[in-house]
């Protein structure tokens, strides 16, 4: 029973086996959030239930968890601990405890869990398996119990990167009777090498050596895949994170379960009743001056999210036993959310994927994170962070036997850039206003002739009637920042089709003839750089 509060028998067919936290609605099963005194027997599917048996999963049962998804040790359920399988000393992570050790132990292909603070990322890392948190309101949350429920995320359980991310692309999109849902925005992803974002060494002070060293086999990975690590600060994710329970914030999760839990509750755990009740000792100038502080950290994580693409950090800093817990069980708790508790307050999304095994043979764990709605860049990442390491799945000895695809839209339109639009060129500016972003240098098919056109500030004129190849970039711009950059651009310039060098046709510049007709012709020159620094 540690495992499932819940079993069922899937009904036939060929989709996945999946289970579901039991602090999310089934229709027809009881919802006890981990505490016999509040169940109660769901009416219908919560909307991410209803959309996953939709693409085919099918019910296995509802999984254990930190009572009121509150904790990331896994340990504070009456309904037992579910054994970590690598040891049964050593704690399961929680809050989604049950949902990571079934798919960990091949009791189902894909669970869904919770994740505030880190419940779908630490069980992750300490049961050898991939958890994806997604943007905050990209998967609705609608027939989920509140935890904070302006923070709340369903997340997904997998053994592989390519498995979880089928399933949360399935239960993924708006839902117009869900408050917290969001429409998913379409950024603008980088392609090519990344910059990874690692903090300092004295960010990790105190961290397990075992720990370290996966967080260093993957970035070596990340390396050996073209990307570089690049140091930023972590000052603004550390003290966001750390505000999460040190702070007014924890009034939320009293908003939303303390009256129940005043009621002396059958079953309710005594770390978690305290916990809640402790947020009636916030007050509203509390609540404000958090939300200030809050806004600074958002404000500062935004510079550092500039210097890089995505975070990597070991998801724990530590795997702690039973014991360790149970003599100390906040002071241990807090530990685990070092390096997750940050996310959902900053607005970010996660992968967790396993980092290695350790000489005791205790799985370690990194997650990598990007700004919302990111989502498809991490997942691409992870997986071939996964691919590469070719680390066994779960607690099984089955290993990665193919590359992974993570399918999806990168969100954006390549547009070639000849002239005053290029690196380092006055207008460069506008393309980086519209968020766009390099791709790469890039040549034009041996069709082209460049003009010098008597415009101010100074820009060239491609046509498409010669015989030269000309250098260039291409830039990708969000969709709707493609429509903003094309509407101001001003005559004699257009955008039309390009072909490349390598065969591609795209979006690019080009000129009227009729602007070309007396201008210096500068094809020879290769390209507008080379012409504007002939004279230096």
């Known amino acids: 029973m540690s495992v499932f509060i819940h079993r069922v028998d899937p009904p036939a067919g060929p989709g996945p086996l999946v289970a579901v936290k039991d602090n999310i609605d089934v229709a027809g099963m009881p919802t006890t959030a981990g505490c016999p005194g509040f169940a109660y027997l769901a009416d219908e599917d919560a909307a991410c239930v209803a959309r996953l048996r939709a693409w085919g999963g099918r019910l296995v049962g509802k999984t254990n968890l930190d009572q009121f998804a509150t904790g990331l040790v896994g340990t504070r359920s009456p309904y037992g601990v579910p054994a970590n399988p690598f040891d049964p000393r050593r704690v399961p992570g929680g809050s989604s405890s049950g949902s990571a050790v079934a798919v960990a132990t091949g009791l189902c292909d894909l669970a869904l869990g919770t994740d505030t603070a880190g419940s779908g990322r630490v069980p992750a890392a300490f049961c050898n398996i991939v958890g994806l948190k997604p943007t905050r309101g990209w998967v609705p949350t609608r027939g989920v119990v509140p935890a904070c429920a302006s923070l709340d995320c369903v997340s997904v359980f997998a053994r592989t990167v390519e498995q979880g991310w089928q399933a949360l692309t399935a239960i993924a999109g708006p839902d117009p009777a869900d408050p917290w849902s969001r429409p998913p925005a379409t950024p603008c992803l980088p392609t090519g090498a990344l910059r990874i974002g690692v903090p300092a060494a004295?960010?990790?002070?105190g961290t397990d050596p075992a720990w370290l060293a996966g967080l260093e086999r993957v970035v070596e990975q990340l390396r050996r895949l073209g990307h570089t690590p690049v140091e930023i600060d972590f000052t603004p994710f550390r003290e966001a994170g750390a505000s999460l329970y040190g702070g007014s914030r924890v009034a939320e999760r009293t908003a939303a379960v303390g009256d129940r839990l005043a009621q002396d509750l059958t079953g309710a755990d005594p770390t978690v009743a305290g916990i809640i009740a402790g947020g009636r000792s916030h007050d509203a100038v509390a609540a404000f001056r958090d939300l200030h502080r809050l806004a600074g950290w958002q404000h500062a994580a935004a510079a550092a999210w500039a210097r890089c693409d995505?975070?990597?950090l070991p998801t724990a800093?530590?795997?702690?036993?039973?014991?360790?817990?149970?003599?100390d069980p906040l002071g241990v708790n807090n530990r685990l959310g070092r390096f997750t508790n940050f996310a959902n307050l900053l607005d970010t999304c996660a992968v967790a994927l396993p980092s290695g095994i350790t000489p005791a043979g205790l799985p370690t764990g990194v997650t990598l994170f990007a700004p919302a709605w990111h989502d498809l860049l991490v997942a691409r990442v992870a997986a071939a962070v996964q691919d590469g390491l070719g680390l066994p799945l779960g607690a099984t000895s089955v290993?990665?036997?193919?590359?992974?695809a993570i399918a999806g839209d990168d969100g954006g339109v390549d547009l070639a850039v000849f002239g005053a639009h290029l690196s380092g060129q006055p207008l460069n500016r506008e393309l980086l206003a519209?968020?766009?972003?390099l791709v790469g240098p890039v040549r034009t098919a041996s069709a082209y002739r460049l003009f010098a056109l008597a415009t101010v500030p100074p820009k060239p004129g491609l046509l498409r009637d010669g015989n030269g190849s000309i250098a260039g970039e291409v830039w990708r711009l969000p969709y709707v920042g493609f429509g903003r950059f094309v509407a101001a651009i001003p005559a004699p310039l257009g955008i039309g089709r390009v072909r490349l060098e390598d065969g591609r046709e795209v979006s690019g510049f080009l000129a009227e003839s009729a602007a070309c007709a007396g201008a210096e012709e500068i094809t020879a020159w290769g390209s507008w750089p080379a012409w504007r620094a002939r004279a230096r």
């Open 202 to 205: 004295a960010e990790l002070a």
């Open 310 to 312: 995505l975070l990597c």
């Open 317 to 327: 800093p530590c795997h702690p036993t039973l014991d360790e817990v149970a003599a």
């Open 399 to 404: 290993r990665l036997g193919t590359a992974q």
């Open 434 to 437: 519209v968020g766009a972003r």
